[in-house]
């Protein structure tokens, strides 16, 4: 894919034609709202629309027209560029690069400067890269991010003078009926130009609400000092490190349950009668020391467990043959010692959860 140098290359973006539709809308309602006859009442207004189209017009072409790739693009001839695969760099000319805190581009293949991204839609590095807007089908750099800004202001005085302009009407419609001033120059019914002004005013307000919103966003960056690309790595970066502090708390919480358990089942072990308790040179109380010295019908399993323990969440009835006791910490094993009624046999296993 070959670079893009601005907006208006092919090939051009949905949004863009979508952009450039609205705008068109834009000039067509202010001809039709602004009465062709000049009062009181309509002059002002309709003025400074038509001003602040005609500067939202030129903001947008040359905001797209400027080219935002890195200085080392514009100076790079396009058949330097696509004749070589691979450029050859001296360690000098990389340890120049590191003093003047430049870095690599292997898809550009020049040196650009450090806050330069590489922009995939449109094939080149940007300076200062921002964004890539859609609407304008063109990125959003050092190089063109005031006139960018500029152009949002005047689309945004644009969207609030046409809001304004349709209140107007609607509060004299309201207010006089057919017979108010502003409707004396039109030639169009009242009924269908109340309507039209309804549907302008509505997406006016939509639209410039929008703009509102993404003029303070830039407010916010210009205060911080950073860009739209900088912010969205940083929000990106606190989620990833959110997510791995609470994976890490449920690792520490698993690990404190599992303590905990081991605790309660040693606790208890040391508070068995001297004749059920282990003697001095036994090992340690496990749920395998548990299994040989408890054994119990299924029946009274839960009458006959020590007070010390905690209430248990659940019994299992396994077989020994089929899950070891010491693989299951937390746990302890009641081995039944004779067969039930409820075909409980000798070499069956109640495990008590804990």
């Known amino acids: 894919m070959a670079r893009r140098r601005h907006g208006l290359e092919h090939p051009l973006g949905t949004l863009q034609m979508l952009a450039w539709g609205a705008f068109l809308f834009t000039a067509a309602s202010f001809l039709l709202i602004m009465p062709s006859r000049f009062n009181p009442y309509s002059f002002a207004l309709p003025s400074i629309l038509g001003f602040c189209l005609l500067l939202t017009l030129i903001a947008g072409i040359y905001t ?24 050859d760099r001296s360690v000098d000319q990389q340890q120049q690069e590191q003093q003047q805190e430049r870095v690599y581009c292997y898809i550009c ?27 304008l089908n063109t990125c959003i750099g050092q190089r063109n991010y005031l006139p960018f800004i500029c152009t949002l202001w005047c689309a945004f005085s644009v969207t609030i003078l046409q809001a304004s302009m349709s209140f107007v009407i609607l509060v004299q419609w309201m207010a006089y009926g057919s017979n108010a001033r502003i409707f ?10 109340i309507f039209l002004t309804v549907i302008v005013g509505t997406s006016s307000s939509i639209i410039s609400f929008l703009l509102g919103q993404m003029l303070l966003f830039h407010l916010f960056l210009s205060i911080h000092e950073m860009t739209s690309y900088q912010y969205v790595i940083l929000q ?13 708390n449920r690792e520490l919480v698993k690990m404190m349950k599992t303590k905990h358990s081991t605790d309660a089942v040693v ?3 040391s508070s068995l009668p001297p004749s059920e308790s282990s003697s001095p040179t036994e090992p340690p109380c496990t749920a395998s020391s ?8 299924k029946e009274i399993v839960l009458s006959r467990l020590p007070p010390a323990l905690p209430s248990p969440r659940g019994l299992s009835f396994l077989s020994k043959r089929d899950v070891a006791p010491s693989s299951l910490p937390g746990d302890v094993f009641l081995a039944a010692d004779e067969e039930d009624d409820e075909g409980m046999r000798d070499d069956d296993a109640v495990v008590i959860h804990f």
């Open 64 to 87: 797209t027209l400027i080219d935002p790739c890195d200085e080392a693009l514009l100076r790079m001839a396009p058949c330097d560029k696509e004749s070589h695969d691979v450029l």
């Open 109 to 135: 293949q020049a040196s650009v400067g450090r806050g330069t991204a590489h922009c995939r839609q449109c094939n080149k590095c940007i300076a200062g890269f921002d964004q890539h807007c859609a609407w």
């Open 184 to 193: 004396s120059s039109i030639t169009l019914p009242v009924k269908v130009y």
């Open 236 to 248: 990106s970066q606190r989620e990833r490190s959110h997510e791995e502090r609470e994976a890490a």
């Open 267 to 269: 606790s208890a072990s």
């Open 290 to 297: 548990l299994s040989s010295r408890w054994r119990f019908p």
